[in-house]
T-cell receptor, first 111, second 115 residues
């Protein structure tokens, strides 16, 4: 009963490098979300998806791209990492009437 | 727009003290309300929720009542323990045309409980 799994858990990038964060859920949820958490800012929505093949922008989408080619996976990409993207990233999934389940987070540092 | 405002921390209490963390919201429509807890180094766990006015959510001794008239969802616990030390987030979600919206979070309140 894995729930929502995020990989990797930690990563250090150099400015300008690219990377992809993977989120996988095994609950057959329709909705998936990427948030970033910064001190004193709470969690802010980056992108979300309401079903396989769909994506939409959230509150802070600049510098990120996402894809949902399979229902169980939601990928977050950083094309050219910047120090401002140093953060803890959380993925979540939900299903109507069943609440939201969060992954354990990815701590990303951009130097 | 839709937003959540919660009291700023940190909040420091002695063990067995009474806890209140205030949360108010602004929403177009009728949101569902949530409290999440984040223990150090971990992800977010749902603590409790309420889906309509006057509902009371409760879990692990924590309670919160959905007050539509004051647009509030204050978190309370009668006697805190050291193990309750964590960051607490108030959040709301809305439904749009049968679809579930994303969670909108407050900035979080850090609670430290001293023995």
């Amino acid at each position: 009963n894995a729930g929502v799994t995020q990989t990797p858990k930690f990563r250090v990038l150099k400015t300008g490098q690219s990377m992809t964060l993977l989120c996988a859920q095994d609950m057959n949820h329709e909705y998936m979300y990427w948030y970033r958490q910064d001190p004193g800012m709470g969690l802010r929505l980056i992108h979300y998806s309401v079903g396989e093949g769909t994506t939409a922008k959230g509150e802070v989408p600049d510098g990120y791209n996402v894809s949902r080619l399979k229902k169980q996976n939601f990928l977050l990409g950083l094309e050219s990492a910047a120090p401002s993207q140093t953060s803890v990233y959380f993925c979540a999934s939900s299903q109507l009437g069943y609440g939201y389940t969060f992954g354990s987070g990815t701590r990303l540092t951009v130097v | 727009g839709n937003s959540v405002t919660q009291m700023e921390g940190p909040v420091t209490l002695s063990e067995e003290a009474f806890l209140t963390i205030n949360c108010t919201y602004t929403a177009t429509g009728y949101p569902s309300l949530f409290w999440y807890v984040q223990y150090p180094g971990e992800g977010l766990q749902l603590l409790l929720k309420a889906t309509k006015a006057d509902d009371k959510g409760s879990n692990k001794g924590f309670e919160a009542t959905y007050r539509k008239e004051t647009t509030s969802f204050h978190l309370e616990k009668g006697s805190v323990q050291v193990s309750d030390s964590a960051v607490y987030f108030c959040a709301l979600s809305l439904f749009y045309g049968g679809s579930q919206g994303n969670l909108i979070f407050g900035k979080g309140t850090k609670l430290s409980v001293k023995p």
